[in-house]
């Protein structure tokens, strides 16, 4: 199936991953229509993830399917870009 | 107040820092590139280890791990081994070939926890990130990333951890830096140098302040050797306490040494100028063979013949040099100069003389070693040597050619002559259409000497020091002219 994977490394509460989680949850609710498996991870909680996926910055999303594997970094404001950057089809109504 | 420092370990470096890295701050070290930042950092982490058994955390933002691997296993470190035991950690934050795109703002607060983490479960007393350029690089917002590596600095500080950032530069004499981040890493900073000086590269270090803490002033050479990495050749070496000695050697002539008031000074440097054939092998032979007086050891270190010509030479004049060796009393060591830098010559220098422990040194020629350094790199290698040999309390004689046959000087002396302690001249002299060979002591220092200026002659046993040459004048600048008798 061609269902999205995507990682999303975030920071406790600070303001951009809040606001990188609630965009990347209207996405697959919205444009994916739930065809997506959303993992957030938490560095603050398991920062040996971060180390495993060399991440520096924060917040970074990770598609890991469909491949090539790739990321997003910031805090995911214009929707628009982050779909044309996982490479989903923009809704147009 | 004097700053707490932790010693690094670099050969030297300690010394001009007096007592090395200010403890629990950042240190920026700042160079072009290929300046030997990396090494530096890598080198310090390593010392840590080997030495001090202090664990250490590397944070790449340029160079690949493996490759940064592959370049410590060349020096001989075992990384795999402090990988193994956690002793060096690697925090991996080279750029990936993966895409990536910036949407929306973002700080490295993954970055940060990553350092933290490691630097904890290590227990890591050295820190160093290399480099601030390549961050900037990968993160182009310079704004966010100046704030960023504000908090970094702040997380290091917090974990009480000696750390080195280090940061690329434009221009060899410029600004600290491109980047603006001196305002919080100000408090120490360092900066390496790979000058191109009339095609000639000149590798030095500076330590451009550490606040609140002493240090030694100025650009000091230094040099990378495998097996050791940066070897830095302090000029003020170890301080000016060397004790005078009142204890005479013998020159190997004993009317050299009459003339000398009794011999040269056991821990004094002698130079010995002369054109081409004048004699100045011959002034080295004899010194070699002094050595047999009272069972000392001599260090020849040749840069101009080769080891056959020397013996050949030497047996001329009634010499066995093939004895000495034998007898463990004579080190020859033949080298072209071109083989290696200056800095190179005098770190192997030092080797061997603390390997073999002579009492007597000589060096022929000393301007054979000109040809390839500057003007300003000789003079700081003359200076190290010097201070070297007489911390060493080894009696010096040094060979310098003259441009001219009779009379001149050259450029060897004019930078040397007042670091050593003894010139003995040779000089050819015309006097009613003959060649002549003279000889005179032109300075010694703290002692009296024959101030005549003599003839001499060689022969199967050596030199043969006569009488002055009377009722001549202007020899020593190359016209005699024989001033009539009343």
Same mark, same amino acid.
């Given at each position: 199936?061609?269902?999205?994977?995507?990682?999303?490394?975030?920071?406790?509460?600070?303001?951009?991953?809040?606001?990188?989680?609630?965009?990347?949850?209207?996405?697959?609710?919205?444009?994916?229509?739930?065809?997506?498996?959303?993992?957030?991870?938490?560095?603050?909680?398991?920062?040996?993830?971060?180390?495993?996926?060399?991440?520096?910055?924060?917040?970074?999303?990770?598609?890991?399917?469909?491949? #090539?594997?790739?990321?997003?970094?910031?805090?995911?404001?214009?929707?628009?870009?982050?779909?044309?950057?996982?490479?989903?089809?923009?809704?147009?109504? | 107040?004097?700053?707490?420092?932790?010693?690094?370990?670099?050969?030297?470096? =300690?010394?001009?820092?007096?007592?090395?890295?200010?403890?629990?701050?950042?240190?920026?070290?700042?160079?072009?590139?290929?300046?030997?930042?990396?090494?530096?950092?890598?080198?310090?982490?390593?010392?840590?280890?080997?030495?001090?058994?202090?664990?250490?955390?590397?944070?790449?933002?340029?160079? &690949?791990?493996?490759?940064?691997?592959?370049?410590?296993?060349?020096?001989?470190? =075992?990384?795999?081994?402090?990988?193994?035991?956690?002793?060096?950690?690697?925090?991996?934050?080279?750029?990936?070939?993966?895409?990536?795109?910036?949407?929306?703002?973002?700080?490295?607060?993954?970055?940060?926890?990553?350092?933290?983490?490691?630097?904890?479960?290590?227990?890591?007393?050295?820190?160093?990130?290399?480099?601030?350029?390549?961050?900037?690089? &990968?993160?182009?917002?310079?704004?966010?990333?100046?704030?960023?590596?504000?908090?970094?600095?702040?997380?290091?500080?917090?974990?009480?951890?000696?750390?080195?950032?280090?940061?690329?530069?434009?221009?060899?004499?410029?600004?600290?830096?491109?980047?603006?981040?001196?305002?919080?890493?100000?408090?120490?900073?360092?900066?390496?140098?790979?000058?191109?000086?009339?095609? @000639?590269?000149?590798?030095?270090?500076?330590?451009?302040?550490?606040?609140?803490?002493?240090?030694?002033?100025?650009?000091?050479?230094?040099?990378?050797?495998?097996?050791?990495?940066?070897?830095?050749? #302090?000029?003020?070496?170890?301080?000016?306490?060397?004790?005078?000695?009142?204890?005479?050697?013998?020159?190997?002539?004993?009317?050299?040494?009459?003339?000398?008031?009794?011999?040269?000074?056991?821990?004094?440097?002698?130079?010995?100028?002369?054109?081409?054939?004048?004699?100045?092998?011959?002034?080295?032979?004899?010194?070699?063979?002094?050595?047999?007086?009272?069972?000392?050891?001599?260090?020849?270190?040749?840069?101009?013949?080769?080891?056959?010509?020397?013996?050949?030479?030497?047996?001329?004049?009634?010499?066995?040099?093939?004895?000495?060796?034998?007898?463990?009393?004579?080190?020859?060591?033949?080298?072209?100069?071109?083989?290696?830098?200056?800095?190179?010559?005098?770190?192997?220098? &030092?080797?061997?003389?603390?390997?073999?422990?002579?009492?007597?040194?000589?060096?022929?020629?000393?301007?054979?070693?000109?040809?390839?350094?500057?003007? @300003?790199?000789?003079?700081?290698?003359?200076?190290?040597?010097?201070?070297?040999?007489?911390?060493?309390?080894?009696?010096?004689?040094?060979?310098?050619?003259?441009?001219?046959?009779?009379?001149?000087?050259?450029?060897?002396?004019?930078?040397?002559?007042?670091?050593?302690?003894?010139?003995?001249?040779?000089?050819?002299?015309?006097?009613?259409?003959?060649?002549?060979?003279?000889?005179?002591?032109?300075?010694?220092?703290?002692?009296?000497?024959?101030?005549?200026?003599?003839?001499?002659?060689?022969?199967?046993?050596?030199?043969?020091?006569?009488?002055?040459?009377?009722?001549?004048?202007?020899?020593?600048?190359?016209?005699?002219?024989?001033?009539?008798?009343?």
């Amino acid at each position: 199936m061609n269902k999205y994977v995507l990682q999303l490394f975030i920071n406790g509460n600070s303001l951009t991953s809040m606001e990188a989680v609630e965009m990347l949850q209207a996405i697959c609710k919205e444009n994916l229509k739930g065809n997506c498996e959303l993992e957030i991870v938490d560095i603050q909680v398991e920062p040996q993830r971060a180390e495993e996926a060399g991440i520096l910055a924060i917040p970074t999303l990770v598609r890991k399917w469909p491949l #090539p594997e790739t990321r997003i970094i910031g805090a995911l404001s214009v929707k628009t870009r982050v779909l044309t950057g996982l490479g989903i089809a923009s809704d147009k109504s | 107040m004097n700053i707490k420092k932790i010693l690094t370990g670099i050969p030297a470096f =300690d010394h001009i820092s007096d007592g090395g890295l200010p403890e629990g701050r950042t240190t920026l070290i700042a160079g072009t590139s290929g300046s030997a930042k990396t090494l530096f950092g890598a080198q310090y982490l390593a010392m840590g280890i080997a030495l001090f058994d202090q664990p250490g955390v590397f944070v790449t933002f340029e160079e &690949q791990v493996n490759d940064i691997r592959q370049n410590l296993r060349s020096f001989n470190w =075992d990384i795999d081994k402090w990988e193994k035991e956690g002793k060096w950690v690697f925090l991996d934050g080279s750029p990936k070939d993966e895409e990536s795109v910036t949407i929306g703002e973002y700080d490295l607060s993954a970055f940060r926890v990553r350092l933290e983490h490691a630097i904890t479960k290590s227990k890591a007393k050295r820190v160093v990130i290399d480099s601030i350029g390549s961050v900037f690089s &990968q993160f182009p917002e310079m704004h966010t990333i100046r704030r960023e590596l504000f908090k970094v600095a702040m997380t290091l500080r917090r974990l009480q951890t000696t750390s080195i950032i280090t940061a690329e530069r434009t221009e060899e004499y410029g600004d600290i830096s491109r980047f603006g981040v001196e305002e919080f890493l100000t408090d120490n900073v360092i900066i390496l140098r790979n000058v191109l000086n009339k095609e @000639k590269r000149r590798r030095t270090i500076e330590i451009l302040k550490f606040r609140g803490s002493n240090h030694v002033k100025g650009e000091h050479p230094f040099t990378i050797i495998p097996g050791q990495a940066i070897v830095i050749i #302090p000029l003020s070496a170890m301080e000016l306490n060397q004790r005078s000695s009142t204890a005479r050697v013998s020159s190997g002539v004993a009317k050299l040494d009459e003339m000398c008031g009794g011999g040269f000074y056991r821990d004094s440097i002698i130079l010995v100028s002369g054109a081409t054939g004048a004699g100045k092998t011959l002034l080295v032979a004899n010194f070699i063979n002094g050595i047999r007086e009272k069972k000392g050891r001599c260090l020849l270190m040749a840069f101009e013949e080769s080891r056959e010509q020397l013996f050949r030479n030497a047996r001329g004049w009634g010499q066995d040099f093939e004895q000495l060796e034998k007898d463990g009393l004579l080190k020859v060591v033949c080298i072209y100069p071109e083989v290696s830098s200056l800095e190179d010559h005098f770190v192997n220098i &030092q080797e061997i003389v603390k390997d073999f422990k002579p009492d007597r040194i000589a060096i022929d020629s000393l301007s054979a070693l000109t040809r390839t350094s500057t003007e @300003k790199g000789f003079r700081e290698f003359i200076i190290a040597l010097t201070s070297f040999l007489k911390h060493e309390e080894i009696t010096g004689m040094f060979t310098a050619t003259t441009p001219l046959l009779t009379g001149g000087s050259s450029v060897t002396e004019g930078n040397i002559s007042t670091i050593t302690d003894t010139i003995i001249l040779l000089r050819y002299v015309e006097v009613s259409g003959e060649m002549q060979r003279s000889i005179t002591v032109l300075k010694m220092r703290g002692s009296r000497h024959d101030a005549a200026i003599r003839r001499f002659t060689i022969d199967s046993q050596g030199m043969n020091i006569g009488d002055p040459f009377v009722g001549v004048s202007g020899i020593l600048t190359g016209n005699p002219v024989v001033i009539k008798q009343n």
